[in-house]
T-cell receptor
Framework: NAGVTQTPKFQVLKTGQSMTLQCAQD?????MYWYRQDPGMGLRLIYY???????DKGEVPNGYNVSRLNKREFSLRLESAAPSQTSVYFC???????????FGSGTQLSVL | TQLLEQSPQFLSIQEGENLTVYCNSS?????LQWYRQEPGEGPVLLVT?????EVKKLKRLTFQFGDARKDSSLHITAAQPGDTGLYLC??????????FGGGTRLMVKP
């Protein structure tokens, strides 16, 4: 079992370019999350999906869109990347009642 | 607005020393978790505390949840280089969403 798999591991974009971050989990969890991590800011929730077919905004959703493709996959899209979106992005999935989050290993994104 | 404040932000100590990391908030949380994150990896859950005043021990790590469920502490006894990492506290609010603190970056020198 891989747990939570994120791709790519690293990405460099120019301002205005678009890209999609992929996340897949094999833990059969209903809930999936996208966080961004910036120095000194901890992890901030971008979007989440409580179950297949539903998505909701988190704390910092502006500039992002998400798709819950099926129970396993939850993707994050940047339509027009900005330097302020330079960050490390983590996908996570939660167990029953979100008692524990399992994280992927992250995507380091730089927007020039 | 960051609801959970962690202190200190950075801590560099020698192997064998003791240390305490604090996580404070003005909000009440139904439960609080501590995660440890190593470079290039996602956070990994260490413990969840649920009851006010609760103390949990994980080998040399002692976690405490404040009586009012607004704060928590992590104490490490006789720190080792393997304890080096970023320690994050995270609280579950009434909507069961998890809010993370800013983290404490710990370096233990041999």
């Amino acid at each position: 079992n891989a747990g939570v798999t994120q791709t790519p591991k690293f990405q460099v974009l120019k301002t205005g370019q678009s890209m999609t971050l992929q996340c897949a989990q094999d833990m059969n969890h209903n809930s999936m999350y996208w966080y961004r991590q910036d120095p000194g800011m901890g992890l901030r929730l971008i979007y989440y999906s409580a179950s297949e077919g539903t998505t909701d905004k988190g704390e910092v959703p502006n500039g992002y869109n998400v798709s819950r493709l099926n129970k396993r996959e939850f993707s994050l899209r940047l339509e027009s990347a900005a330097p302020s979106q330079t960050s490390v992005y983590f996908c996570a999935t939660g167990g029953v009642h979100n008692e524990k989050l399992f994280f992927g290993s992250g995507t380091q994104l730089s927007v020039l | 607005t960051q609801l959970l404040e962690q202190s200190p932000q950075f801590l560099s100590i020698q192997e064998g020393e003791n240390l305490t990391v604090y996580c404070n908030s003005s909000s009440v949380f139904s439960s609080l978790q501590w995660y440890r994150q190593e470079p290039g990896e996602g956070p990994v859950l260490l413990v969840t505390v649920v009851t006010g005043g609760e103390v949990k021990k994980l080998k040399r790590l002692t976690f405490q949840f404040g009586d009012a469920r607004k704060d928590s502490s992590l104490h490490i006894t006789a720190a080792q280089p393997g304890d080096t990492g970023l320690y994050l506290c995270a609280g579950h609010n009434a909507g069961n969403m998890l809010t993370f603190g800013g983290g404490t970056r710990l370096m233990v020198k041999p």
